[in-house]
């Protein structure tokens, strides 16, 4: 199949037909619904790309899995070249829809069970690795979305799976039939779920000998029987249904969180890719948590370009835009972001091939990224906030501004400098109120915190990677003491 475009790829989603519980009620034509719609057009991005004349080379890349081309969305890195095109594509759909674009998940997925079920075939000599490279040359055929599921409920977060009071807290296997296996659990935070052709599982966390169940890893189509949906509330998500695309601050795109129930699901042997190996489990989390925390070095600083710019513009509009502490603080804002970018690239180029022959990130750079993910956006939306000033969180309604009465009023009084209109002064106050405290902040800034792990898995890696114990032996060279 030719690659697709952003409208084939919303036809393809439309006709998959899915349901799900939106508001607490199924949703009717799930592709159309607007809290949905945002979503689905993000994802359209990185489609379109791939048919931009300038964008080519970013967007299209040769598969050696199907001899042909492929988006770079479905791509197994080859160089570390590649890992570094990954990140700049991600910093473009950043800069064109200010939101999550969903996609990155199940690429960073399909890289990491790639190597591991080569590793694990090596040892264990199952048959695994065949079996994923047959489906994933499928999905590149087809020119898919995958979404990337790993995060488990996990009930009592001091017990184990096994311990916990319903083990279904953590998904498992309950049934091995001859021709494949039975899952029940479910997945939370499914970034761009409802938006995909197919899901991707994986186990949440590093397994133990008696905790077989857990540990699998399986793909099914998003249509499959027994897969339930939950779409995720966002703060002001409800503006979406006004109808006032102004108000919602991000007028054409947005993302999508789902919770994702698997209610005995039967999965065919051919789309189960790993099935008890515990000790699988945790190189499998480790390298996917790896791919998407360099990811964020891309994504993240695209969306933080469109909050720097947003930000420079409102004080032009406010008149402060020579002085000498916003300039700084605008300054600031930059440093930041391209820090960002700075960790996102440096743990591409110090990439290096695994035994299956894709590319794997630099663990403890990639994992440095992430933590300063955790951090810089919420300091990006704090310089934000304070250049944009108050009304930030007092604006009227857009609509205030036609109201036959008060209108000329609210017009009088949002008057803006440089001669702006005040409803374009309106907008980009809002598409910043978006980033720092609405809908688009659940990703710039929570998925900032918690999404590829929550600050505290990456300080875990960064001590594991770091070999403290060579520095000190550095320090005891310097000093000539301790032989
Ligand atoms: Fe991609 Fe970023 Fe969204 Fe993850 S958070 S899916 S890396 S856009």
Not at 185 to 198: C, D, I, P, V, Y
Not at 293 to 305: A, H, L, N, P, T
Not at 425 to 447: D, F, P, S, T, W
Request: glycine share 10%; net charge negative.
């Amino acid at each position: 199949m030719a690659l697709r475009t952003g409208e084939e790829y919303i036809a393809s989603i439309e006709a998959l037909d899915l349901e799900a519980n939106v508001l607490g009620q199924p949703s009717g034509d799930l592709a159309a619904h607007p809290l949905v719609r945002p979503s689905l057009r993000a994802v359209a991005v990185t489609y379109d790309g791939a048919h931009d004349e300038e964008l080519a080379p970013l967007f299209r890349v040769h598969s050696p899995l199907i001899d042909g081309e492929v988006n770079r969305f479905t791509h197994l890195h080859q160089s570390k070249d590649d890992l570094v095109n990954k990140v700049l594509m991600q910093r473009h759909c950043g800069n064109r829809t200010a939101c999550c674009f969903q996609r990155c998940v199940g690429l960073d997925a399909a890289n990491a069970v790639y190597s591991v079920t080569y590793e694990c075939d090596q040892a264990r000599g199952s048959d695994y690795h065949g079996r994923f490279r047959d489906y994933w040359a499928w999905v590149q055929r087809q020119d898919l979305v995958v979404d990337g599921a790993m995060t488990d409920p996990k009930g009592d977060r001091g017990k184990r799976p096994s311990e916990q009071a319903d083990p279904d807290l953590y998904l498992r296997v309950v049934d091995h039939r001859p021709d494949g296996i039975v899952v029940r659990g479910a997945k939370f935070h499914q970034t761009g779920m409802l938006n995909s052709h197919e899901i991707l599982v994986m186990p949440t966390l590093a397994l133990r000998a008696g905790e077989e169940d857990w540990a699998v890893c399986f793909a099914l189509p998003a249509d499959a029987p027994g897969l339930r949906y939950v779409l995720g509330r966002q703060a002001s998500d409800t503006r979406k249904l006004e109808g006032d695309p102004i108000d919602v601050g991000n007028p054409t795109f947005g993302g999508q969180e789902v919770l994702t129930v698997l209610d005995d699901v039967f999965v065919p042997t051919e789309r189960v890719f790993l099935d008890s190996e515990v000790e699988w489990s945790g190189p499998l989390v480790e390298r996917f948590a790896a791919y998407h925390r360099q990811s964020y070095g891309g994504c993240k600083v695209g969306v933080g370009d469109v909050l720097i710019g947003a930000t420079a513009l409102i004080a032009q509009m406010n008149g402060v835009a020579r002085a000498s502490h916003v300039r700084d603080k605008i300054v600031e804002m930059i440093h930041l972001n391209e820090t960002l970018f700075a960790c996102g690239l440096a743990c591409s180029a110090r990439g290096q091939a695994t035994e299956a022959g894709n590319y794997l990130v630099d663990l403890l750079l990639a994992n440095v990224c992430k933590l300063n993910v955790t951090r810089f956006p919420y300091e990006l939306a704090r310089l934000a906030t304070d250049v944009a000033g108050g009304l930030l969180g007092t604006l009227p309604a857009a609509r205030e501004l036609d109201d036959p009465e008060l209108g000329p009023y609210v017009r009088k009084y949002l008057a803006a400098a440089g001669g702006w209109d005040p409803l374009e002064r309106v907008k980009v106050l809002r598409l910043i109120e978006n980033l720092v405290a609405g809908a688009g902040a659940v990703a710039y800034l929570v998925e900032s915190m918690h999404g590829a792990g929550s600050p505290m898995a990456q300080r875990i890696m960064i001590g594991r990677q770091a070999g403290l114990d060579q520095k000190i032996e550095l320090a005891k060279q310097i000093l000539g003491i301790g032989y």
